[in-house]
């Protein structure tokens, strides 16, 4: 199967996977054939990404961090308790400790899963989808830290909370399209402080969980706020959501740009080493990230086009690849497997988006025909 966005859905194509909203409701049913009713109605719930039958990737197996429904428990779990922030003004993550616990269980046993990334593009709730993907990648980490379970679940409730403080700004700053005067900007910066505040009350929160929340955005090089903060005055908390919360946010789709590919967030993060953040943990966040995720769509040196179908870890810029279009762009059915660790003359000339991919004809025509 082949995780695609909506906008390249077409009628008669077939949903390979159950699509659930984010509230955990069942939507299309694994094996729908889509039509333009099904397609529209997954628009305006807000859905961005779906799993679709595809032949020419029958033989990839996506691994995964931290399961569907884990993920959706997570997101439903955070949207309660801050609708209960809302409600009464107490933020209680007491019920958040279980579904946090699952979660750093599910990653500690994929820990060789690294992240697919594509497989962090899927909810349109923003803010919800965001925390659980920045607390998944804060577990990954810190795992090569060697942090203890007790300490991953610590770090992982800090890591989920770290936006929290956004509750506390105007919903039009938040909501706004276009350049945030220095007023509005100032006031989302205070999220910073006011998350602090929200969570440094709660019993369940330790002191450096919470701290997450008011030095996220310090800068390695003490450019950050809210305090200009510097190196490892920074808690390693935080200084390890900071890497989570910057990839993240450069893949992500939002309703004002594309998220950008793999591969060039992995080359813009690369550049704010030891300014942004701190190396030493950027390497160990880069380590475990696919660079060519699997299921990623390639064009090989050799004038092919081929799938990622395994990335080993230190190994991220030569996957394992598998034929799908010949030179000339004809399908090629069971192509051949190659490793480019070992075939060290192949190389990755072009990495295909999701639009270039469905305009090649051969590409397309496999799905619906
Ligand atoms: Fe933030």
Known sequence: MQRVSLSVLQPGMTVAANVRGADGRLLVRNGTMLNETNIKKLALLGIGSIYIKNPLFEAIDVPELVGENTRIRLIQALQAAFAGYQKTGELDANPLRTDVKAMVEEVIGNRDAMIQTYDLRTYQDYV????????????????????????????????????????????????????????????????????????????????????????????????????????????????????????????????????????????????????????????????NVAIYPVGTVVQLSGGQTAVVAQVYPKLQARPVVKTILDPAGKLVKNGPEIDLSQQLTTFVTKVYNERELFSLDAFSDSLTG
């Open 128 to 287: 919800y989808a965001h925390s659980v993907n920045v607390a998944i990648i804060a577990v990954l980490i810190a795992l090569n830290l060697d942090y203890n379970e007790a300490k991953l679940d610590d770090l992982a409730l800090g890591a989920l909370l770290h936006d929290v403080g956004m509750l506390a700004v105007p919903n039009e700053i938040i909501m706004k399209m276009g350049n945030l005067t220095p007023e509005e900007a100032a006031a989302v910066q205070e999220h910073a402080q006011q998350g602090f505040e929200i969570v440094r009350k709660r019993r369940e929160i330790s002191t450096p969980a919470a701290h997450v929340a008011f030095q996220h955005h310090e800068r390695f090089d003490g450019t950050g706020y809210p305090r200009r903060l510097k190196g490892d005055a920074i808690h390693e908390y935080a200084r390890i959501v900071a890497v989570a919360d910057i990839f993240d946010a450069l893949i992500a789709d939002r309703p004002y740009r594309k998220g950008l590919l793999p591969h060039e967030a992995y080359e813009i993060i690369m550049t704010l080493a030891d300014r942004y953040v701190d190396k030493s943990i950027l390497d160990l966040f880069l380590n």
